[in-house]
């Protein structure tokens, strides 16, 4: 170095192509929730019998309440639902689900599905942010073949 002022050229190195494929239980609930989801094209809650809140999914311990929740408690609950906030992304990320990268923008909804006492996050269609409202309505559209996971969801559509 001579101590003037160069434009240092940065340079990268290639680690090749990595494929990690690795699949994981989704447990008791989640697999009758994604079942359901599966064969009724419906929700699945759980309802608690100590405070009467209601999750979506189904899950083993209530979170307001710490109740053990059984199968009993389990609900049938709508495909409807409200848009209780959203997020129109617009940075490209790779969706873990798929592996792919996401085409931008797309719409990022917390819905609180009709009959449940929580929010459950999906893609909302439509990106036009002055067209979505916090409090409107959304229908889950499942996609034709459904395989008992999240992709079965494609998105919630805006119903009014
Ligand atoms: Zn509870």
């Not at 419906?42 to 209601?54: A, E, N, S």
């Not at 917390?110 to 229908?139: A, L, P, W």
């Given at each position: 170095?001579?101590?003037?002022?160069?434009?240092?050229?940065?340079?990268?190195?290639?680690?090749?192509?990595?494929?990690?494929?690795?699949?994981?239980?989704?447990?008791?609930?989640?697999?009758?929730?994604?079942?359901?989801?599966?064969?009724?094209?419906?929700?699945?809650?759980?309802?608690?019998?100590?405070?009467?809140?209601?999750?979506?999914?189904?899950?083993?311990?209530?979170?307001?309440?710490?109740?053990?929740?059984?199968?009993?408690?389990?609900?049938?609950?709508?495909?409807?639902?409200?848009?209780?906030?959203?997020?129109?992304?617009?940075?490209?990320?790779?969706?873990?689900?798929?592996?792919?990268?996401?085409?931008?923008?797309?719409?990022?909804?917390?819905?609180?599905?009709?009959?449940?006492?929580?929010?459950?996050?999906?893609?909302?269609?439509?990106?036009?942010?002055?067209?979505?409202?916090?409090?409107?309505?959304?229908?889950?559209?499942?996609?034709e073949k459904m395989e008992g996971n999240i992709q079965d969801i494609k998105y919630f559509e805006i119903i009014r």
């Open positions: 170095m001579t101590g003037e002022s160069k434009e240092i050229e940065l340079l990268t190195n290639d680690s090749g192509t990595l494929s990690m494929p690795y699949e994981w239980s989704i447990g008791k609930y989640g697999s009758l929730f994604f079942k359901y989801l599966r064969e009724k094209r419906r929700f699945l809650g759980i309802r608690c019998p100590r405070c009467g809140k209601v999750m979506v999914p189904p899950r083993r311990i209530c979170g307001p309440c710490f109740q053990d929740l059984g199968e009993k408690d389990i609900v049938e609950l709508s495909d409807t639902g409200t848009i209780m906030a959203f997020s129109v992304v617009n940075y490209p990320f790779i969706d873990p689900a798929t592996g792919l990268k996401r085409p931008i923008p797309y719409t990022y909804g917390y819905i609180n599905i009709d009959g449940s006492d929580n929010i459950f996050s999906h893609v909302i269609n439509g990106t036009d942010e002055t067209k979505i409202k916090v409090g409107m309505k959304v229908r889950a559209v499942f996609r």
